[in-house]
């Protein structure tokens, strides 16, 4: 399974970008679906994440900015970034949990898989 993310890019604050990721692969399931990010010098953190059947969970700091939005069918998550601040940039990293595949005819699982990261700046 690999996920792969678009959209990053350099915006001004109080600007908007779209994030997309797709996952690939002999998929059995993908319980949720979301967004980490991680800033020069800082820890990776939680940005949002959707689960099946579950309300998105949002970091508090995007709460009211960023919509987390998910299709199942095409196995894609998406991150609507809006007012945007120079705090935001960061990379950001799509990641998939609790995901289970096809390995010939039989399903395995593995804990979590992640995307190559897209760089999101905001600066005037």
């Known amino acids: 399974v690999q996920l792969q993310a678009s959209g990053g890019g350099l915006v001004q604050p109080g600007g908007s970008l779209r994030l997309s990721c797709a996952a690939s692969?002999?998929?059995?399931?993908?319980?949720?679906m979301g967004w980490y990010r991680q800033a020069p010098g800082k820890q990776r953190e939680l940005v949002a994440d959707i689960a099946a059947g579950a309300n998105p969970n949002y970091a508090d700091s995007v709460k009211g900015r960023f919509t987390i939005s998910r299709d199942n069918g095409e196995a894609t998550v998406y991150l609507q970034m809006n007012n945007l601040k120079p705090e935001d940039t960061a990379v950001y990293y799509c990641n998939a949990g609790d995901v289970r595949y096809y390995i010939r005819t039989s399903v395995t699982w593995t804990r979590a898989v992640w995307g190559q990261g897209t760089l999101v700046t905001v600066s005037s």
């Open positions: 692969g002999r998929i059995f399931s993908i319980n949720a």
